[in-house]
């Protein structure tokens, strides 16, 4: 079965600081991965993903994300925190060659940016 | 740039009422699904469906029943609804499973008083 665990429920970063929100997955077989954004009151939004090609993926808002068999972590990254950046960020990990096609999501990171 | 569109955005109900989620997706999508969403839980998902006609249970899917009568519309539907039915409801699409995100509708916030 696949498994999505995000460490740390609530992260707080001072602007211009780095953000750093964990994710680890539990996989059976090579697994696609998602990290999806989340703003008040508004429904998810996909950041980035992994589908088995650079191990190094790029997203929007300045956000990327390290995919490393070996720790079966999916960490997500920006250098320099933004207010804009405050919201809940979600790992998402899905099944290659599954027939039901949903994304195991974890139970999220709220991010909070102080001035 | 509809995308994926929830009706109603808000509700409120009183206990052993009955409703209906409407999720309609302007993608040609095959695949529909409904989570909800609860605080600490993250997103689960309810029912699913792979294409017009047809639908699945996901993880918690008691309580709910779904139908798939158009390609574009995909129903949730709670009978008698309960106070452990109270959350936000997302109704998210893909085109094809081969390394295809979900795209999400803004939610639907129900409260079973």
């Known amino acids: 079965a696949q498994s999505v665990t995000q460490l740390g429920s609530h992260v707080s970063v001072s602007e211009g600081a780095l953000v750093l929100l964990r994710c680890n997955y539990s996989?059976?077989?090579?697994?696609?991965l998602f990290w999806y954004v989340q703003y008040p009151n508004q429904g998810l939004q996909l950041l980035l993903k992994?589908?088995?090609?650079?191990?190094l993926v790029k997203g929007i808002n300045g956000f990327e994300a390290e995919f490393k068999k070996s720790e079966t972590s999916f960490h997500l990254t920006k250098p320099s925190a933004h207010m804009s950046d405050a919201a809940e960020y979600f790992c998402?990990?899905?099944?290659?060659?599954?027939?039901?096609?949903?994304?195991?999501f974890g139970k999220g990171t709220k991010l909070s940016v102080k001035p | 740039n509809a995308g994926v569109t929830q009706t109603p955005k808000f509700r409120v109900l009183k206990t052993g009422q009955s409703m209906t989620l409407l999720c309609a997706q302007d993608?040609?999508?095959?695949?529909m699904y409904w989570y909800r969403q609860d605080p600490g839980m993250g997103l689960r998902l309810i029912h699913y469906?792979?294409?017009?006609?047809?639908?699945a249970k996901g993880e918690v899917p008691d309580g709910y029943n779904v139908s798939r009568l158009k390609k574009q519309n995909f129903l949730l539907g709670l009978e008698s609804a309960a106070p452990s039915q109270t959350s936000v409801y997302f109704c998210?699409?893909?085109?094809?499973?081969?390394?295809?995100?979900?795209?999400f509708g803004e939610g639907s916030r129900l409260t079973v008083l």
């Open positions: 998210a699409s893909r085109g094809g499973l081969q390394t295809g995100e979900l795209f």
């Open positions: 996989s059976s077989v090579p697994p696609y």
């Open positions: 992994y589908t088995s090609a650079a191990t």
């Open positions: 998402a990990v899905s099944r290659s060659g599954g027939s039901q096609g949903n994304l195991i």
């Open positions: 993608m040609n999508h095959e695949y």
């Open positions: 469906s792979v294409g017009e006609g047809t639908t």
